[in-house]
């Protein structure tokens, strides 16, 4: 029987592609992977690629629906830089919170989607 091994893409919906284009260039380590042949849809893949890496894909449409939720959120080794990087873009964010040693904030893109970003505590070696 074949396993699933990894999520392959996470689909986000956005408005204006060109415009979302832009801003996911700029506040992630992405490259453009993918584009539909009917120009509705860009794939985006780290950068720094590895073989169980999740790719993001915006996709047009006319409306963006909220979850009321966060589907997924992004890994940083530096929580503070990033949630300052995003500011400095001016890039709605907000607080940094802590639970049990995880550090996270939520931050929006141009159509309000809700993305969070986190980072964990170190694990010690015993």
């Not at 794939?43 to 449409?61: A, N």
Request: include cysteine; proline fraction near 4%; charged fraction near 30%.
């Amino acid at each position: 029987m074949a396993l699933v091994k990894r999520i392959d893409t996470v689909l986000v919906p956005v408005t204006d592609l060109e415009r979302s284009e832009k801003w996911y260039l700029d506040v992630f380590p992405f490259i453009v992977t993918f584009r539909s042949a009917d120009g509705n849809d860009i794939g985006f893949s780290f950068k720094d690629r590895h073989p169980l890496q999740t790719g993001l894909c915006i996709y047009k449409t006319d409306k963006v629906e909220r979850l009321g939720h966060i589907a997924f959120n992004f890994f940083t080794e530096d929580v503070d830089g990033y949630h300052r990087f995003l500011l400095e873009r001016k890039v709605k964010v907000t607080e940094i919170h802590e639970e049990g040693g995880t550090r996270f904030f939520e931050f929006f893109d141009p159509d309000g989607n809700e993305l969070s970003a986190v980072t964990f505590p170190a694990v010690k070696e015993e």
